[in-house]
């Protein structure tokens, strides 16, 4: 679980290298995609591939 | 909120995530390796139902920008003005390159996400009050930072939108051109996060 962010610079102004070095700090090759085994056969034309889960807190 | 706070709140992600030696994808990987569609995190962010929803993915790679791994997608809650009952718009999503960094704001046709359409005004207006919590996670603080970060670039982001989408198939119905398979990302802008944040927090 992450923990919550504090504003730990807040009033305080930020170097143009501090912020460099932090960006590049993050900067990690992230994993290859695998490719999705699963065939799924969509005869709904309407389908929407980025949508939301429809009731993601709903009771089954 | 002004900007320079919503830059702080992104740097104080980027910190959060530096010093796990991570970025914002890994950390919502959590060592899985991601299935082309599949969603992250599992259940989607919630942000402490401050009103937004989002998740990660990656298309497959036939369908994928060959410079992004990924993109994030954001939508707000808003009330319909007839009846006052709560819906979901789609407001933007953000690709994210190999390496973890923002690379680019874009959106996208309503078929792609299915989301309630509002005209771009009435989604701009939704970016007007960027929540903040204690409950969010580092994820959502810095994706919600982003948008007011980049407030200003969303609004043009929104605007090209509505007016890329009049353009196709003139003489249409909206109700056509929002259905147009043919039709996917209607409008973008490359990130500069480094720059952007030096323009706003930097002595």
């Known amino acids: ?34 490719a999705n085994d699963i065939v799924v056969i969509d005869d709904e034309v309407d389908s929407s591939p980025c949508s939301l889960d429809v009731s993601p807190c709903s009771l089954d | ?3 320079d706070e919503h830059a702080i709140n992104v740097l104080g992600s980027l910190r959060y995530f530096a010093d796990k030696d991570s970025n914002i994808v890994l950390n919502l990987l959590d060592g899985q390796i991601p299935r ?6 599992e259940g989607e ?7 937004w929803r989002g998740f990660y993915h990656c298309h497959s790679a036939k369908d994928r920008h060959h410079e992004e ?5 954001l939508f707000a809650r808003y009330a319909e003005k007839q009846d006052n009952s709560i819906d979901w718009t789609h407001v933007a999503a953000l690709s994210i390159d190999n390496e973890g ?4 704001w874009f959106t996208v046709n309503q078929w792609v996400t299915g989301a309630s359409w509002l005209s771009a005004s009435d989604t ?10 204690d409950e969010l996670t580092a994820t959502e603080v810095f994706l919600l930072s982003m948008l007011g970060l980049y407030h200003e670039d969303l609004k043009e982001l929104l605007f090209d939108r509505d007016s890329q989408l009049t353009q196709i198939n003139a003489g249409t119905s909206m ?8 039709v996917y990302v209607l409008s973008s802008q490359q990130i500069d996060l480094q720059q952007r944040l030096s323009l706003a927090v930097s002595v």
């Open chain 2, 45 to 51: 962010l919630h942000f402490a139902n401050l009103g």
């Open chain 2, 124 to 133: 701009f207006a939704l970016l007007d009050d960027i929540p903040t919590s």
């Open chain 2, 36 to 41: 082309e569609n599949e969603k992250f995190p």
């Open chain 1, 1 to 34: 679980m992450e923990h919550k962010v504090n504003r730990w610079i807040m009033g305080t102004a930020v170097g143009i290298a501090a912020i460099a070095a932090m960006i590049d700090h993050t900067r990690h090759s992230l994993p290859t995609p695998q």
């Open chain 2, 69 to 73: 791994h990924g993109h994030f997608h």
């Open chain 2, 175 to 182: 109700d056509d051109k929002l259905h147009n398979r043919e």
């Open chain 2, 101 to 104: 960094q923002p690379r680019a």
């Open chain 2, 1 to 3: 909120m002004p900007a």
